[in-house]
C-alpha cells in the first residue's frame, strides 16, 4: 500500500452510522499555587502538576467508563471525556471531575483558572515537562516561529471531536470547520491577558498559534485544503508531506526528525509499524482542524467556568445535522479564496465590527451562525431525551450583548484598580467553578 492509502485507511477506519455517532470533549486549564507562582509540572520538593495527574488517574479507578487525564508541556491539566451521544452524559463526567478536582486544589492550596492563555507568566518562568518528546518539541518550535514557547507552556483550549459516517460527511464538516474557525476564535476569545499586560484587542491565543509553526499550525486553507468534494484527499495527500518533529523507534524511544510522514512510512518494514506511524504523524498536525480517527476541533479557546461545553454545542449544532450541514455549505462555498484569507486576518484582532465575507460584518455572521446552530440543536433535541440547546444558549446570550470574555474580564479588571497578579488571584481564589 502507499503511504497516502495507510492514512487514509487510518483515518477512515471507524465510520459510525448517524445514529451511532458520538462526541468527545477535551478541556484543559491553567493552576496557580496561593502565591501566584505556576503549579510545576514536574516532581520536586512541592506539589506538582504530575502529583495531581497522578492523584485524579486514582480517583477515578473506578469510574467506567472512565475519562483520560494528560499533561500539557507547562503542567496545564486536561480533562478528555469518554465518547457519549450527547453533551448531558459529558457533562455528567466533566462535573465528577470538577469535584474531584476542588478537593485536590483546596488540599493543596491551588488556584484554578480559565483563562486561555496564563495572564502573568512568561514562558521562561514556566518549566517544561521533562519528556523527550515534548523536549524535541520545544527546540524545534524555537526556530520555526516566534510563539512556540507560549503555546507549549502558557495555552489552554477546549478541542470537540466528532465521529462521521461517510468520508463525504467527514470532509464536509473539516471544509465548515476550518472555513468558520475564524469566527469561532473571536466568538470564544478568552485570552485577556498576556505577559502581565491587558491584551487589548488582541486575540492572544489566536496570535500564539498562528506564529508556532506555519509547516503544522493554523489554518487548513494555509495548506492549500480549501475545497469540496476533494477536501479530505487533499487532507490525506498533505499529512503525508507535513515535516515531522520526531519518530519513534521500536523501543518507544523518540528522535528528532526532519522527515515527512511519507517518508517515515516508506522507510518501516511492515503494516504494523506504518499503521502505529500513522498515528503518530497524525498527532505532529496542530491546525485548528485535524483528522485522526474522528474530526476534531481545536480553534476555541478555553471558555469561562459553567460554559465550558458552549464551542462543543456550536460546532454540534452547525455540523451534524445534515439539512444545516448543506445550508451552510451552500453558503460558504460561494466565498472567494481571498475572502476567506481575509477573515482569517481578522482573527488577530477581538473586533467584531470588522468587514467579513459578502459585504457582512464579523458581528452579522455571528449572530446568523448562532441563530443556525440552536437551530441545529433543536433538531437534533428530537432525537434525544434531552435538548442541548442550555450548553450554548446562555453564552450567547451574554456574548452576543456583551461582546467577548476577552474583551468584558479587561473591562472588569481596570475597574477595579487593582494591580494584575492582585486581581487574578483574588478574583479566582473565591471563584465559584463548580455549578
Given at each position: 500500500?502507499?503511504?497516502?492509502?495507510?492514512?487514509?485507511?487510518?483515518?477512515?477506519?471507524?465510520?459510525?452510522?448517524?445514529?451511532?455517532?458520538?462526541?468527545?470533549?477535551?478541556?484543559?486549564?491553567?493552576?496557580?499555587?496561593?502565591?501566584?507562582?505556576?503549579?510545576?509540572?514536574?516532581?520536586?520538593?512541592?506539589?506538582?502538576?504530575?502529583?495531581?495527574?497522578?492523584?485524579?488517574?486514582?480517583?477515578?479507578?473506578?469510574?467506567?467508563?472512565?475519562?483520560?487525564?494528560?499533561?500539557?508541556?507547562?503542567?496545564?491539566?486536561?480533562?478528555?471525556?469518554?465518547?457519549?451521544?450527547?453533551?448531558?452524559?459529558?457533562?455528567?463526567?466533566?462535573?465528577?471531575?470538577?469535584?474531584?478536582?476542588?478537593?485536590?486544589?483546596?488540599?493543596?492550596?491551588?488556584?484554578?483558572?480559565?483563562?486561555?492563555?496564563?495572564?502573568?507568566?512568561?514562558?521562561?518562568?514556566?518549566?517544561?515537562?521533562?519528556?523527550?518528546?515534548?523536549?524535541?518539541?520545544?527546540?524545534?518550535?524555537?526556530?520555526?516561529?516566534?510563539?512556540?514557547?507560549?503555546?507549549?507552556?502558557?495555552?489552554?483550549?477546549?478541542?470537540?471531536?466528532?465521529?462521521?459516517?461517510?468520508?463525504?460527511?467527514?470532509?464536509?464538516?473539516?471544509?465548515?470547520?476550518?472555513?468558520?474557525?475564524?469566527?469561532?476564535?473571536?466568538?470564544?476569545?478568552?485570552?485577556?491577558?498576556?505577559?502581565?499586560?491587558?491584551?487589548?484587542?488582541?486575540?492572544?491565543?489566536?496570535?500564539?498559534?498562528?506564529?508556532?509553526?506555519?509547516?503544522?499550525?493554523?489554518?487548513?486553507?494555509?495548506?492549500?485544503?480549501?475545497?469540496?468534494?476533494?477536501?479530505?484527499?487533499?487532507?490525506?495527500?498533505?499529512?503525508?508531506?507535513?515535516?515531522?518533529?520526531?519518530?519513534?523507534?521500536?523501543?518507544?524511544?523518540?528522535?528528532?526528525?526532519?522527515?515527512?510522514?511519507?517518508?517515515?512510512?516508506?522507510?518501516?518494514?511492515?503494516?504494523?509499524?506504518?499503521?502505529?506511524a500513522v498515528w503518530w504523524i497524525l498527532h505532529q498536525i496542530f491546525t485548528h482542524v485535524r483528522f485522526k480517527n474522528v474530526l476534531e476541533i481545536r480553534g476555541s479557546?478555553?471558555?469561562?467556568?459553567?460554559?465550558?461545553?458552549?464551542?462543543?454545542?456550536?460546532?454540534?449544532?452547525?455540523l451534524w445535522e445534515e439539512s444545516v450541514r448543506q445550508e451552510l455549505i451552500h453558503r460558504v462555498e460561494r466565498w472567494s479564496t481571498e475572502e476567506r484569507r481575509l477573515?482569517?486576518?481578522?482573527?488577530?484582532?477581538?473586533?467584531?465590527?470588522?468587514?467579513?465575507?459578502?459585504?457582512?460584518?464579523?458581528?452579522?455572521?455571528?449572530?446568523?451562525?448562532?441563530?443556525?446552530?440552536?437551530?441545529?440543536?433543536?433538531?437534533?433535541?428530537n432525537r434525544l431525551p434531552k435538548d442541548e440547546t442550555p450548553f450554548l444558549r446562555p453564552y450567547l446570550d451574554r456574548v452576543l450583548s456583551q461582546g467577548p470574555p476577552?474583551?468584558?474580564?479587561?473591562?472588569?479588571?481596570?475597574?477595579?484598580?487593582?494591580?494584575?497578579?492582585?486581581?487574578?488571584?483574588?478574583?479566582?481564589?473565591?471563584?465559584?467553578?463548580?455549578?
Open positions: 500500500m502507499q503511504p497516502e492509502e495507510i492514512i487514509s485507511d487510518f483515518i477512515l477506519s471507524h465510520p459510525i452510522a448517524p445514529s451511532e455517532r458520538k462526541i468527545g470533549v477535551e478541556i484543559e486549564c491553567i493552576l496557580f499555587n496561593r502565591d501566584g507562582s505556576r503549579l510545576p509540572v514536574n516532581p520536586g520538593r512541592g506539589y506538582s502538576a504530575m502529583d495531581m495527574l497522578g492523584e485524579l488517574e486514582t480517583l477515578q479507578d473506578q469510574d467506567q467508563p472512565k475519562s483520560w487525564y494528560s499533561l500539557e508541556p507547562g503542567g496545564q491539566v486536561e480533562w478528555a471525556s469518554p465518547p457519549e451521544p450527547s453533551l448531558w452524559e459529558i457533562d455528567r463526567h466533566f462535573r465528577r471531575h470538577l469535584k474531584r478536582m476542588a478537593t485536590l486544589c483546596e488540599r493543596q492550596e491551588l488556584v484554578v483558572l480559565d483563562l486561555s492563555l496564563d495572564p502573568i507568566h512568561h514562558p521562561d518562568q514556566v518549566d517544561l515537562i521533562r519528556l523527550p518528546k515534548y523536549e524535541i518539541m520545544d527546540k524545534r518550535f524555537a526556530i520555526t516561529g516566534t510563539r512556540g514557547t507560549w503555546m507549549m507552556r502558557n495555552s489552554t483550549s477546549v478541542q470537540v471531536n466528532l465521529d462521521f459516517s461517510t468520508p463525504e460527511e467527514a470532509g464536509e464538516m473539516a471544509f465548515l470547520a476550518d472555513a468558520l474557525s475564524p469566527l469561532a476564535s473571536l466568538l470564544f476569545a478568552h485570552a485577556p491577558f498576556v505577559g502581565g499586560r491587558p491584551a487589548g484587542r488582541s486575540n492572544s491565543r489566536a496570535i500564539v498559534w498562528m506564529r508556532t509553526d506555519p509547516a503544522r499550525c493554523g489554518s487548513l486553507l494555509s495548506q492549500g485544503i480549501d475545497r469540496l468534494p476533494d477536501f479530505l484527499p487533499s487532507y490525506v495527500r498533505w499529512s503525508g508531506r507535513v515535516p515531522l518533529l520526531f519518530t519513534q523507534d521500536q523501543t518507544g524511544d523518540f528522535h528528532p526528525s526532519r522527515l515527512s510522514g511519507r517518508e517515515w512510512i516508506e522507510e518501516l518494514p511492515d503494516d504494523t509499524s506504518r499503521r502505529k479557546d478555553r471558555p469561562p467556568f459553567g460554559y465550558e461545553f458552549a464551542p462543543s454545542a456550536w460546532w454540534l449544532g452547525l477573515l482569517e486576518q481578522t482573527t488577530l484582532e477581538v473586533d467584531w465590527s470588522q468587514p467579513g465575507p459578502e459585504d457582512r460584518t464579523v458581528r452579522e455572521w455571528l449572530d446568523w451562525l448562532s441563530d443556525l446552530a440552536l437551530e441545529g440543536l433543536r433538531q437534533r433535541g476577552a474583551l468584558t474580564v479587561q473591562d472588569r479588571f481596570m475597574r477595579s484598580g487593582m494591580d494584575l497578579p492582585a486581581y487574578i488571584l483574588k478574583t479566582y481564589q473565591n471563584r465559584e467553578w463548580i455549578s
